[in-house]
């Protein structure tokens, strides 16, 4: 069975900082990644994924993924936060043949001015 | 392009009472999908249809929860009688379906559900 888990709870950055977001991931066949998105009182925005092509993916709003199969890691990035980052991050991973996503217990990131 | 749509979006019940939640997915999705997300969790697959068949049930607590998707659009999911650890938020989610199209899941924006 394939999971993820998410290494900290809540992300505080300061406005126009480095957003860094970790995600582990433990597949016994190649899985596809995803981060999604969670503003409050929504429903989940897919903000990029990884289907076995290229290890580094640029998603919406300035984020971007690394795809790295040696350390089973899929950490998310922007290098600039701003406020409307403001939300809660979820990784998740499916097999690649059955596209059920197990995702993580999620990331809330705060922005300060 | 409308979205996944979703009602009620919140919904307060007392215990032992029973709730339904009713979810219309994207036209054309023929695959359908509802969530449990308890606070502080990430979201976890309850059931899964394909057109009007489920595909996956496992997680889903027989002995309370049901779901349905008659003509294979929209899908209704209940439970009866709720217990106060029942209290999450339930999301719907679509996708296109079949192998030759990558399988993006879209998501609804949920029912926030306090069972008291």
């Known amino acids: 069975a394939q999971s993820v888990t998410q290494l900290g709870s809540h992300v505080s950055v300061s406005e126009g900082a480095l957003v860094l977001l970790r995600c582990n991931y433990s597949?016994?066949?190649?899985?596809?990644l995803f981060w999604y998105v969670q503003y409050p009182n929504q429903g989940l925005q897919l903000l990029l994924k990884?289907?076995?092509?290229?290890?580094l993916v640029k998603g919406i709003n300035g984020f971007e993924a690394e795809f790295k199969k040696s350390e089973t890691s899929f950490h998310l990035t922007k290098p600039s936060a701003h406020m409307s980052d403001a939300a809660e991050y979820f990784c998740?991973?499916?097999?690649?043949?059955?596209?059920?996503?197990?995702f993580g217990a999620g990331t809330t990131v705060t922005v300060r001015a | 392009e409308a979205g996944v749509a979703q009602s009620p979006r919140y919904k307060i019940i007392e215990k032992r009472q029973s709730v339904a939640f009713w979810c219309n997915p994207i036209?054309?999705?023929?695959?359908l999908y509802w969530y449990q997300q308890i606070l502080g969790q990430g979201p976890k697959l309850l059931i899964q249809?394909?057109?009007?068949?489920?595909?996956?049930d496992s997680q889903l607590p027989k002995d309370r929860f049901s779901a349905e998707r008659l003509k294979g659009v929209d899908s209704t999911l209940k439970i009866q009688p709720a217990k106060l650890e029942d209290s999450a938020v339930y999301l719907c989610?679509?996708?296109?379906?079949?192998?030759?199209?990558?399988?993006?899941?879209?998501f609804g924006p949920g029912t926030r559900l306090t069972v008291l």
């Open positions: 989610a679509s996708s296109f379906g079949g192998e030759a199209h990558y399988n993006e899941q879209f």
């Open positions: 597949s016994s066949v190649p899985p596809y």
């Open positions: 990884y289907t076995s092509a290229a290890t």
């Open positions: 998740a991973v499916s097999l690649s043949n059955d596209y059920k996503l197990s």
């Open positions: 036209s054309g999705h023929a695959t």
């Open positions: 249809f394909q057109n009007n068949g489920v595909v996956d």
